[in-house]
Nanobody, 127 residues
Framework: QEQLVESGGALVQAGGSLRLSCAAS????????MGWFRQAPGKEREFVAA????????DYSDSVKGRFTISRGDAKNTVHLQMNSLKPEDTAVYYC????????????????????WGQGTQVTVSS
């Protein structure tokens, strides 16, 4: 059974950095597009970043553009989210998601397009 497992969440001060990782297991994820979403208390889940299965195309929400970087591991079954210049408003549970049968060059920014989700990892940014 395939699954996604996130790691790297922590408590960090504003201005600091964190690197989240998502490891996929259970099957080959070579043609999966990947994404990161987050959900803060009392708010809806929102898109953060996405990458195509080839690893060359990315997309970011306006709120994180220029501060966060999404990348895929060499084996394509891992995805990372490097988060720099963190702000208190970045505090949320961060979820990794995978979309099967993805088109080579396309990135996906809607949660409804993804068919596999991780359990989430907590990121807390103190002011």
């Amino acid at each position: 059974q395939e699954q996604l497992v996130e790691s790297g969440g922590a408590l960090v001060q504003a201005g600091g950095s964190l690197r989240l990782s998502c490891a996929a297991s259970g099957r080959t994820f070579l043609n999966y597009a990947m994404g990161w979403f987050r959900q803060a208390p009392g708010k809806e889940r929102e898109f953060v970043a996405a990458i195509n299965w080839g690893g060359r195309n990315t997309d970011y929400s306006d709120s994180v553009k220029g501060r966060f970087t999404i990348s895929r591991g060499d084996a394509k079954n891992t995805v990372h989210l490097q988060m720099n210049s963190l702000k208190p408003e970045d505090t949320a549970v961060y979820y990794c998601a995978a979309k099967s049968d993805a088109y080579l060059s396309r990135v996906y920014s809607r949660g409804s397009e993804y068919d596999l989700w991780g359990q989430g990892t907590q990121v807390t940014v103190s002011s």
